[in-house]
Nanobody, 115 residues
């Protein structure tokens, strides 16, 4: 059974930082492209960042220079380091994996940026 379990969300003030984690089980993690998506209330889910099995990364323009995605294949885990957080970053953040013709989602973790 495939599971993606996110953690690290919470409430943070504008300008603050959070680090999200997503640990996978049931997949050959090292060969999967991994990603973080987010969905704010009343908005569509959007792709935030991706990391390929080779470590190449890509980001949506709104988070470039502030967010960093990384992976640790030994721990079957990806991370999203989020700095200089803004209220518009408030959303549920989802972990996503794709590979071998299959896609999987985590359950999501809430990030709220507010003073």
């Amino acid at each position: 059974q495939v599971q993606l379990v996110e953690s690290g969300g919470g409430l943070v003030q504008p300008g603050g930082s959070l680090r999200l984690s997503c640990t996978a089980s049931g997949i050959i993690f090292s060969i999967y492209t991994m990603a973080w998506y987010r969905q704010a209330p009343g908005k569509q889910r959007e792709l935030v960042a991706t990391i390929t099995r080779g470590g190449s990364t890509n980001y949506v323009d709104s988070v470039k220079g502030r967010f960093t995605i990384s992976r640790d294949n030994a721990k079957d885990t990806i991370y999203l380091q989020m700095n200089s957080l803004k209220p518009e970053d408030t959303a549920v953040y989802y972990c996503y994996s794709t590979g071998l013709g299959r896609n999987y989602w985590g359950q999501g973790t809430q990030v709220t940026v507010s003073s």
